[in-house]
Nanobody, 121 residues
């Protein structure tokens, strides 16, 4: 079983940038499709971005297209979410997730503990 640990969240102002990291242990990330989900208070958890392996396929939610970039470094067993031009509506707890196969869903095999991102206006 893979274990995931996120880092990089924080409090920023609108228009600022943050980079989230998710490092895996226990299994190599090359076996998994990886994704970033987020959950804001009172809202359902939503998939923000995903990246598959070995055939690279990348998904972004419409709300973050052009602002967020997902990447992975299998040698470091780490994925990243570069978030630019942050908006107050991006405020949420962000979770890293891993799922065997070509897609990632809310029933992912492994989840990180979450990292808070707060964007002030």
């Amino acid at each position: 079983q893979v274990q995931l640990v996120e880092s990089g969240g924080g409090l920023v102002q609108a228009g600022d940038s943050l980079r989230l990291s998710c490092t895996a242990s226990g299994r190599t990330l090359s076996l998994y499709t990886m994704g970033w989900f987020r959950q804001a208070p009172g809202k359902e958890r939503e998939l923000v971005a995903a990246i598959s392996w070995p055939r690279i396929s990348i998904y972004y939610a419409d709300s973050v297209k052009g602002r967020f970039t997902i990447s992975r470094d299998n040698a470091k067993n780490t994925i990243y979410l570069q978030m630019n031009s942050l908006k107050p509506e991006d405020t949420a707890v962000y979770y890293c997730a891993a799922e065997r196969g070509a897609v990632i869903t809310a029933r992912a095999d492994a989840w990180g503990q979450g990292t808070q991102v707060t964007v002030s206006s």
